[in-house]
T-cell receptor, first 116, second 110 residues
């Protein structure tokens, strides 16, 4: 299967600071990546769809200026949580499509963000 | 957009018994239905999937059934083992985006 690497796996930051999370496809080119947020014991909520070379498509209710997504290359998408607040604390996880005829989603390891 | 509902939210079974998790979806254009197993703090792992042109698929102790007319699909785990304990998510996709169910926390009691 395809490998998606997400970094960092855990991060603790102070309120008001920004945090960048990276999602990389290691052995394939991902024209599309997805960013999810998951609260404890809850499902994965799609935040946005990241398309290489174009602006991300955000789901309703997700603040674009709060969660900045950049997909500058076919192997890297980044999610920046700006001016983080404690309520932004969550598990963030990315997934990527291989574009090789598979419709399976390959997930990164996830990032546990804690804002103190 | 797509709306995926999943039941039950929690499920406890005795080791060796079967477990069934059900999902419904709303978008008739959805044509791919994967099931994921997620252990605490880890990424979801695909365990089985089914496409819309198939009614049933089986892989050892795991099977999935799909009823496109009724827009529902189910996960069946037979001969459950303690290591099957995890949260299971269904999802529906049109091939573009994935929409996940709310998850089922399965506990297999030894």
């Amino acid at each position: 299967g395809a490998v998606v690497s997400q970094h960092p796996s855990r991060v603790i930051c102070k309120s008001g600071t920004s945090v960048k999370i990276e999602c990389r496809s290691l052995d394939f080119q991902a024209t599309t990546m997805f960013w999810y947020r998951q609260f404890p014991k809850q499902s994965l909520m799609l935040m946005a769809t990241s398309n290489e070379g174009s602006k991300a498509t955000y789901e309703q209710g997700v603040e674009k200026d709060k969660f900045l997504i950049n997909h500058a290359s076919l192997t890297l998408s980044t999610l920046t949580v700006t001016s983080a607040h404690p309520e932004d604390s969550s598990f963030y996880i990315c997934s990527a499509e291989t574009g090789r005829g598979y419709t399976e989603a390959f997930f990164g390891q996830g990032t546990r963000l804690t804002v103190v | 957009g797509e709306n995926v509902e999943q039941h039950p939210s929690t499920l406890s079974v005795q080791e060796g018994d079967s477990a069934v998790i059900k999902c419904t979806y709303s978008d008739s254009a959805s044509n791919y239905f994967p099931w994921y197993k997620q252990e605490l703090g880890k990424r979801p792992q695909l365990i089985i999937d089914i496409r819309s042109n198939v009614g049933e698929k089986k892989d050892q102790r795991i099977a999935v059934t799909l009823n496109k007319t009724a827009k529902h699909f189910s996960l069946h785990i037979t001969e459950t083992q303690p290591e099957d304990s995890a949260v299971y998510f269904c999802a529906a996709s049109t091939g573009n985006q994935f929409y996940f169910g709310t998850g089922t926390s399965l506990t297999v009691i030894p």
